[in-house]
């Protein structure tokens, strides 16, 4: 069984970084097509990065471009988030997502699999 395990979140202050986890485990993702979306409260979960795991092919929303990377350790099984320049509006809770097809996957209904997600709270 797929389990998608996030960790990293936390309160920070305008300007700042976090790097986001997610560990992966219950088969192998080679063939798969991870992702990284968020929610803020009142809002629809929106996406944020993803990336192929066997290509290291990468997406970002606009709103995240040149301030967040997305990236993988085949090794560990595990997927990144590495955000910089965090700003208020990039509050929200943030969520993994393994979809089992390897083509790009950019919407939320596209993938197969979701952690539990990981509070990001910004202060400025």
């Known amino acids: 069984q797929v389990q998608l395990v996030e960790f990293g979140g936390g309160l920070v202050q305008a300007g700042g970084s976090l790097r986001l986890s997610c560990a992966a485990s219950?088969?192998?993702?080679?063939?798969?097509?991870m992702g990284w979306f968020r929610q803020a409260p009142g809002k629809e979960r929106e996406f944020v990065a993803a990336?192929?795991?066997?290509?290291?092919?990468?997406s970002y929303a606009d709103s995240v471009k040149g301030r967040f990377t997305i990236s993988r350790d085949n090794a560990k099984n595990t997927l990144y988030l590495q955000t910089n320049s965090l700003k208020p509006e990039d509050t929200a809770v943030y969520y993994c997502?393994?979809?089992?097809?390897?083509?790009?996957?950019?919407?939320?209904?596209?993938?197969?699999?979701w952690g539990q997600g990981t509070q990001v709270t910004v202060s400025s």
């Open positions: 997502a393994a979809a089992r097809s390897g083509g790009p996957r950019l919407a939320p209904n596209e993938y197969d699999y």
């Open positions: 219950g088969r192998s993702f080679s063939s798969y097509f």
């Open positions: 990336i192929s795991w066997i290509s290291g092919w990468t």
